[in-house]
T-cell receptor, first 113, second 120 residues
C-alpha cells in the first residue's frame, strides 16, 4: 500500500497557538517523510523533512515527530502566525532511482488574530 | 539551494489548441522530473515521471497522447497538453529530485511554482 492518510482536513488556530497535523502511512519501506507548505497559486515548498532513523527534528518553529512503530508522523507549528495560513501536505517516498512522493490529502490551516 | 523554474505561470488557451509548459533546473542536473496535476482544494496527483533521455512513465489513467512529456536534457523537461479541452483546466506542477551534498543517499524534491491552465 502506498497510501498516506492526513488529518485534519482543516484547522483553525489562534495566533500564538500550536498547530498540529498528523499523518499515517502503511508502507514500511518509506524512508523519507517531508512536509510541504503551499500557498494559493504556488507550488509546494519544503518545510522540513525527516528520515526514519530519528524520532524528532526541529527547525525554528516547525517540528516533525516520527513514530516508526505506529507508522505515524506529525507536524507541530509552534507560535502559529497569520502568515502560516496555508495548505500543508505530508508526503513519503522510498529512496531509489524511480522513487516518487506519495502525498497526503492536505490540511488547510487558518491562523486567526 | 536547488531551484526549478516553471513557465508560464498561467496560460489561457482556446479549446483544441496545444499548450507547452517548461520546467528548468537552474543550478543542478535533474535526471528525474515529476509532473503533477492539482485540482482546487485537492492534493497533488502524479501524472508521470520522466527520466532524461528516455520515455516518460505515466500513471494509470493518464492519457499519454494528450499529455506529452519530453525530458531531452538534464536541465529541461516539458509537458505539452495537446488538443486541450475545458476539462484539462487545472494547476500543473513539476518537481525534480535533488541529492544532498552530503551524499550517503540523502535526497529531496524541489517543486516549480506551478502553471495555471485555463481552456476556454
Amino acid at each position: 500500500q502506498q497510501q498516506v492518510k492526513q488529518s485534519p482536513q482543516s484547522l483553525i488556530v489562534q495566533k500564538g497557538g500550536i498547530s498540529i497535523i498528523n499523518c499515517a502511512y502503511e508502507n514500511t519501506a518509506f524512508d523519507y517523510f517531508p512536509w510541504y507548505q503551499q500557498f494559493p497559486g504556488k507550488g509546494p515548498a519544503l518545510l522540513i523533512a525527516i528520515r526514519p532513523d530519528v524520532s524528532e527534528k526541529k527547525e525554528g518553529r516547525f517540528t516533525i515527530s516520527f513514530n516508526k512503530s505506529a507508522k505515524q508522523f506529525s507536524l507541530h507549528i509552534m507560535d502559529s502566525q497569520p502568515g502560516d495560513s496555508a495548505t500543508y501536505f505530508c508526503a513519503a517516498s522510498i529512496f531509489g532511482t524511480a522513487s516518487k512522493l506519495t502525498f497526503g490529502t492536505g490540511t488547510r490551516l487558518q491562523v486567526t488574530l | 539551494g536547488a531551484v526549478v523554474s516553471q513557465h508560464p505561470s498561467w496560460v489561457i488557451c482556446k479549446s483544441g489548441t496545444s499548450v507547452k509548459i517548461e520546467c528548468r533546473s537552474l543550478d543542478f542536473q535533474a535526471t528525474t522530473m515529476f509532473w503533477y496535476r492539482q485540482f482546487p482544494k485537492q492534493s497533488l496527483m502524479l501524472m508521470a515521471t520522466s527520466n532524461e533521455g528516455s520515455k516518460a512513465t505515466y500513471e494509470q489513467g493518464v492519457e499519454k497522447d494528450k499529455f506529452l512529456i519530453n525530458h531531452a536534457s538534464l536541465t529541461l523537461s516539458t509537458l505539452t497538453v495537446t488538443s486541450a479541452h475545458p476539462e484539462d483546466s487545472s494547476f500543473y506542477i513539476c518537481s525534480a529530485r535533488t541529492f544532498g551534498r552530503g551524499g550517503g543517499g540523502s535526497y529531496g524534491y524541489t517543486f516549480g511554482s506551478g502553471t495555471r491552465l485555463t481552456v476556454v
